[in-house]
Protein backbone atom coordinates (compact mmCIF):
# COMPACT_ATOMS: atom_id res chain seq x y z
CA UNK A 1 0.00 0.00 0.00
CA UNK A 2 1.22 3.78 -0.96
CA UNK A 3 -0.19 6.73 1.06
CA UNK A 4 -0.04 10.16 -0.38
CA UNK A 5 -0.58 13.52 1.45
CA UNK A 6 -0.79 16.59 -0.74
CA UNK A 7 -0.48 20.00 0.88
CA UNK A 8 0.14 23.55 -0.21
CA UNK A 9 -3.15 24.56 -1.76
CA UNK A 10 -4.77 27.33 -0.56
CA UNK A 11 -6.36 31.09 -1.87
CA UNK A 12 -4.15 33.17 -3.61
CA UNK A 13 -5.10 36.13 -6.32
CA UNK A 14 -4.20 36.42 -9.36
CA UNK A 15 -0.65 36.06 -11.01
CA UNK A 16 0.33 34.27 -7.66
CA UNK A 17 2.25 31.41 -6.96
CA UNK A 18 1.69 28.75 -4.93
CA UNK A 19 3.57 25.08 -4.90
CA UNK A 20 2.00 21.78 -3.71
CA UNK A 21 3.62 18.95 -2.06
CA UNK A 22 2.71 15.12 -1.92
CA UNK A 23 4.46 13.05 -0.01
CA UNK A 24 4.48 9.38 0.10
CA UNK A 25 4.68 6.62 2.64
CA UNK A 26 4.36 3.27 2.81
CA UNK A 27 5.67 0.58 -0.20
CA UNK A 28 6.95 3.37 -2.13
CA UNK A 29 9.40 0.84 -4.17
CA UNK A 30 6.62 0.32 -6.18
CA UNK A 31 6.01 3.45 -7.49
CA UNK A 32 7.44 4.23 -10.52
CA UNK A 33 5.18 7.20 -11.79
CA UNK A 34 3.30 9.33 -9.96
CA UNK A 35 1.64 12.54 -11.40
CA UNK A 36 -0.83 15.75 -10.25
CA UNK A 37 -4.67 16.14 -12.14
CA UNK A 38 -7.03 18.54 -11.39
CA UNK A 39 -10.84 18.47 -11.03
CA UNK A 40 -13.13 21.96 -10.86
CA UNK A 41 -16.63 21.90 -9.94
CA UNK A 42 -18.51 20.38 -12.84
CA UNK A 43 -15.87 19.63 -14.92
CA UNK A 44 -13.96 16.70 -15.54
CA UNK A 45 -10.47 15.59 -14.25
CA UNK A 46 -7.81 16.79 -15.81
CA UNK A 47 -3.98 15.75 -16.32
CA UNK A 48 -1.78 18.56 -14.96
CA UNK A 49 1.90 16.67 -14.50
CA UNK A 50 3.67 13.79 -14.50
CA UNK A 51 7.07 12.53 -12.97
CA UNK A 52 8.67 9.16 -14.07
CA UNK A 53 11.32 7.76 -12.04
CA UNK A 54 13.24 7.48 -15.25
CA UNK A 55 13.58 11.15 -15.00
CA UNK A 56 10.62 12.20 -17.75
CA UNK A 57 8.21 14.75 -16.65
CA UNK A 58 5.57 16.39 -18.57
CA UNK A 59 3.07 19.16 -18.18
CA UNK A 60 -0.03 19.22 -19.97
CA UNK A 61 0.48 22.01 -22.92
CA UNK A 62 -1.49 24.85 -21.36
CA UNK A 63 -0.02 24.69 -18.61
CA UNK A 64 3.61 25.10 -19.68
CA UNK A 65 5.31 27.83 -18.59
CA UNK A 66 3.48 28.42 -15.19
CA UNK A 67 3.64 24.91 -14.16
CA UNK A 68 6.47 22.92 -13.11
CA UNK A 69 6.73 19.30 -11.97
CA UNK A 70 9.43 17.92 -9.53
CA UNK A 71 10.66 15.43 -6.68
CA UNK A 72 12.72 15.06 -3.90
CA UNK A 73 13.46 11.11 -4.00
CA UNK A 74 14.88 11.44 -0.21
CA UNK A 75 11.92 13.37 1.12
CA UNK A 76 9.94 10.76 -1.32
CA UNK A 77 7.96 14.06 -2.46
CA UNK A 78 6.74 15.30 -5.33
CA UNK A 79 6.00 19.02 -6.41
CA UNK A 80 3.74 21.13 -8.45
CA UNK A 81 4.98 24.81 -8.78
CA UNK A 82 2.29 26.34 -9.99
CA UNK A 83 3.27 30.06 -11.29
CA UNK A 84 0.86 32.97 -12.66
CA UNK A 85 -2.08 31.75 -11.30
CA UNK A 86 -5.77 32.13 -13.30
CA UNK A 87 -9.05 31.90 -12.09
CA UNK A 88 -9.34 28.95 -13.63
CA UNK A 89 -6.91 27.17 -12.13
CA UNK A 90 -9.37 26.90 -9.36
CA UNK A 91 -9.65 22.87 -8.74
CA UNK A 92 -9.22 20.52 -6.15
CA UNK A 93 -5.96 18.98 -7.23
CA UNK A 94 -4.74 15.73 -6.24
CA UNK A 95 -1.65 13.54 -6.30
CA UNK A 96 -1.66 10.16 -7.85
CA UNK A 97 0.96 7.18 -8.23
CA UNK A 98 1.43 4.08 -9.96
CA UNK A 99 -0.67 1.96 -10.16
CA UNK A 100 -4.21 3.81 -9.24
CA UNK A 101 -3.29 5.62 -5.76
CA UNK A 102 -4.71 8.86 -5.00
CA UNK A 103 -4.37 11.56 -2.50
CA UNK A 104 -7.15 13.06 -0.64
CA UNK A 105 -6.36 16.64 -2.53
CA UNK A 106 -5.49 20.07 -1.86
CA UNK A 107 -7.81 22.92 -3.09
CA UNK A 108 -6.38 25.49 -4.67
CA UNK A 109 -8.78 28.71 -5.05
CA UNK A 110 -7.67 31.37 -7.58
CA UNK A 111 -9.52 35.12 -6.73
CA UNK A 112 -9.43 37.27 -9.71
Known amino acids: QVQLVESGGGLVQAGGSLRLSCTASGIIFSINTMAWYRQAPGKERELVAVSSNDGTTYVAESLKGRFTISGDNAKNTLYLQMHTLKPEDTAMYYC??????WGQGTQVTVSS
Open 96 to 101: TATPDY
